[in-house]
């Protein structure tokens, strides 16, 4: 119902957190590009748990391949660098939630896109931690389509 999306995650402790919420809300994860840690390593295990087993897990080479095989699929890019809430948007079974690397965020080209959607803050604020702005979105979509 849900479909996850980290491009090229760097953290294991967010993704572990991140499958845990996955198995928990019923959605897919995508771990999209270049990872900067093992499937294996041990923070992320610790992170996840024993939720890896019922998580929907999906290793991806790139976005465009992701794109490619889901292209009648609406992509939400997650960035700090646009005015327009998530919550101004009307989420659909089936849509990806994307999130950038926690350094650096999304390359430009997504954060450019239409369907670039922000988590609201305070000014001066630089951002929320990865696990818990997937978790936020993840929840306005099931607030609004059910679970």
């Known amino acids: 119902m849900i479909n996850i999306v980290l491009y090229e995650p760097e953290i294991p402790q967010n ?43 999906h290793r991806i080479s790139s976005m465009e391949e992701l794109s490619a095989q889901n292209s009648s699929a609406n992509f939400y890019y997650f960035t700090t660098k646009t005015g327009r809430k998530y919550t ?23 954060v450019n896109d239409k369907n670039a959607v922000t988590i609201p803050m305070i000014n001066g604020q630089r951002s929320l931690n990865l696990s818990n702005s997937a978790a936020v979105a993840a929840y306005e979509v099931i607030r609004q389509i059910g679970i």
């Open 88 to 110: 101004d948007v009307v989420f659909r079974q089936g849509d990806f939630l994307v999130f950038g690397p926690e350094t650096r965020g999304l390359p430009a080209k997504y």
């Open 15 to 57: 993704t572990g957190n991140i499958i845990r919420l996955c198995a928990c809300c019923g959605a897919s994860l995508y771990l999209v590009g270049k990872l900067g840690f093992s499937l294996s390593d041990k923070h992320m295990k610790r992170a996840g748990l024993d939720y890896r087993d019922s998580a929907d897990l």
